[in-house]
């Protein structure tokens, strides 16, 4: 974890990602505040931004790169919760409540994030009703997607939870040029840790939407060739 230059480090109101993040409604002097106290670090592919059980001293935005959030569950299996990108921001839970992470947070590609100090940010919440109104926004958002996860384990199966975790991915990070590979790469064991199974099931299932030419498989990533079929292995519509 490296802190950037001045001249890398980007400024707030100048920042490519503001229209995405939740800080987008500030006025310009609340803007250069943040700019004047936060601490812009660079976060390698694969290394720890903050790590389950401890605690936090800030809430982190990320400027460039894809993150994944993960816990440790039994016999050390690691469980993803879910993906974050450029204007996403990270820790707020831990910091609203006062606990520690509930989650690890990982690099999945070379990150810059932006770090806010605690006290900063619960100044810039009180004086800012619309902030404090988007981040009730976030983390009710975060609290929907949790129950239907639970309800998802509970009722579907593994083959219907890989395909609507390909179109999450989809929709998460969007494709690369060519209009359908997804731009991020995952290991099969990342992919089944985000579906609740073993990682020869995704490898079986990935195979066989490959053999239905839904997907085809490059490495570690993967283009969606039919995104409707896929919809309709996973049950998204009637």
């Known amino acids: 974890m490296l802190q950037l230059n001045v001249k890398d480090a980007p400024q707030c109101s100048q920042c490519s990602s503001l229209h995405l993040s ?16 936060k601490a812009c670090i660079f976060i390698k592919d694969g290394d720890h931004i903050f790590q389950q059980g401890k605690y936090p ?11 994944k959030l993960s816990r440790d569950g039994q016999e050390g299996r690691e469980h993803i919760v879910r993906f974050a ?21 990982i690099a999945l ?13 619960f100044e810039t919440i009180q004086n800012n009703p619309k ?11 975060e609290l929907n997607n949790a129950e239907e996860r639970v309800m998802e384990l509970a009722q579907k199966t593994v ?17 690369e040029e060519d ?13 089944a840790n985000i579906v609740g199974t073993a990682t020869e099931s995704v490898i079986r299932l990935l195979a066989d939407f490959k053999k239905s030419e839904f997907i085809e498989l490059k490495g570690r990533k993967i283009a969606i060739k039919k995104p409707i079929a ?5 049950h998204l519509t009637e």
Not at 22 to 33: G, N, P, R, T
Not at 57 to 67: E, P, Q, R, T
Not at 87 to 95: E, H, M, N, P, S
Not at 109 to 121: G, K, N, S, T
Request: hydrophobic share 40%; with cysteine.
């Open 230 to 234: 896929l919809i309709k292995e996973a």
């Open 179 to 191: 209009g359908e590979t997804i731009n991020v790469s995952l290991t099969r064991e990342e992919i």
């Open 22 to 37: 939740a800080f987008s409604d500030l006025y310009i002097q609340d803007l250069e505040k943040i700019s004047h106290s």
């Open 131 to 141: 902030l404090a109104m988007r981040m009730l926004e976030i983390l009710s958002n």
């Open 159 to 175: 083959r219907e939870r890989l395909a609507e975790t390909l179109l999450i991915l989809l929709e998460t990070f969007g494709t």
């Open 85 to 105: 990108k450029a204007g996403d921001i990270l820790g707020y839970k831990a910091l609203i409540t006062g606990g520690t992470y509930s989650a690890s947070a």
């Open 109 to 121: 590609d070379d990150c810059h994030v932006c770090v806010i100090p605690r006290e900063l940010f």
């Open 57 to 67: 001293s800030g809430i982190f935005c990320i400027h460039k790169g894809k993150i």
